[in-house]
T-cell receptor, first 112, second 116 residues
Framework: RKEVEQDPGPFNVPEGATVAFNCTYS??????FFWYRQDCRKEPKLLMS???SGNEDGRFTAQLNRASQYISLLIRDSKLSDSATYLC?????????????FGTGTQLKVEL | NAGVMQNPRHLVRRRGQEARLRCSPM?????VYWYRQLPEEGLKFMVY????????ESGMPKERFSAEFPKEGPSILRIQQVVRGDSAAYFC??????????????FGPGTRLTVT
């Protein structure tokens, strides 16, 4: 079983749609959670951290359910510029430091 | 405030040559991480370094790969005797000394290594 699992997509949605991505993680010792965005052949960019209480940043809402080991990202009123691959990322603190584990990403294509 | 810098952005090597990838962290960041992304795959952790120390190298292949972060200068990822399977994008990330919940990592633009 992969440490971080995501539906690879692609999700093809019309502009203005609401789209939700899900992610599950296997390590119950995971400490912190993030969503990153990666455009084709570019570096991942931090979209938002994910907190147990849920958090919102403009059109983006992230939720964490520690009991179910489940993370979600909701994008409202999607724009063409939201087209990218969304990476679910989990951090585990070890004796040696902190290490990010990435899901393989969910591809989003927003169309006219 | 410059972001994470990596060079070269593209590197072509023939099989058997050495590849050296450099990474300068963001100003004020003392922690460096290297990740590899193979074509059509997710990012995989390779190594985590602080100045003059390797903290976690659990993701590094046992042979041919090494990394350092000297007291002065950039972090270096070195691949000796490259093979075609080493062709990938290598990303470096940095973070400040983690305190509280500040474990966010910021990525450089990557080095695309092609082995011919």
């Amino acid at each position: 079983r992969k440490e971080v699992e995501q539906d690879p997509g692609p999700f093809n949605v019309p502009e203005g749609a609401t789209v939700a991505f899900n992610c599950t993680y296997s390590n119950s010792a995971s400490q912190s959670f993030f969503w990153y965005r990666q455009d084709c052949r570019k570096e991942p960019k931090l979209l938002m951290s994910v907190y147990s209480s849920g958090n919102e940043d403009g059109r983006f809402t992230a939720q964490l359910n520690r009991a179910s080991q489940y993370i979600s990202l909701l994008i409202r009123d999607s724009k063409l510029s939201d087209s990218a691959t969304y990476l679910c990322v989990v951090l585990v603190l070890t004796g040696g430091g902190n290490k990010l584990t990435f899901g393989t990403g969910t591809q989003l294509k927003v169309e006219l | 405030n410059a972001g994470v810098m990596q060079n070269p952005r593209h590197l072509v090597r023939r099989r058997g040559q050495e590849a050296r990838l450099r990474c300068s962290p963001m100003k004020g960041h003392s922690h460096v991480y290297w990740y590899r992304q193979l074509p059509e795959e997710g990012l995989k952790f390779m190594v985590y370094l602080q100045k003059e120390n390797i903290i976690d190298e659990s993701g590094m292949p046992k042979e041919r790969f090494s990394a350092e972060f000297p007291k002065e200068g950039p972090s270096i990822l070195r691949i000796q005797q490259v093979v075609r399977g080493d062709s990938a994008a290598y990303f470096c990330a940095s973070s400040p000394s983690p305190t509280g919940s500040s474990y966010e990592q910021y990525f450089g633009p990557g080095t695309r290594l092609t082995v011919t």
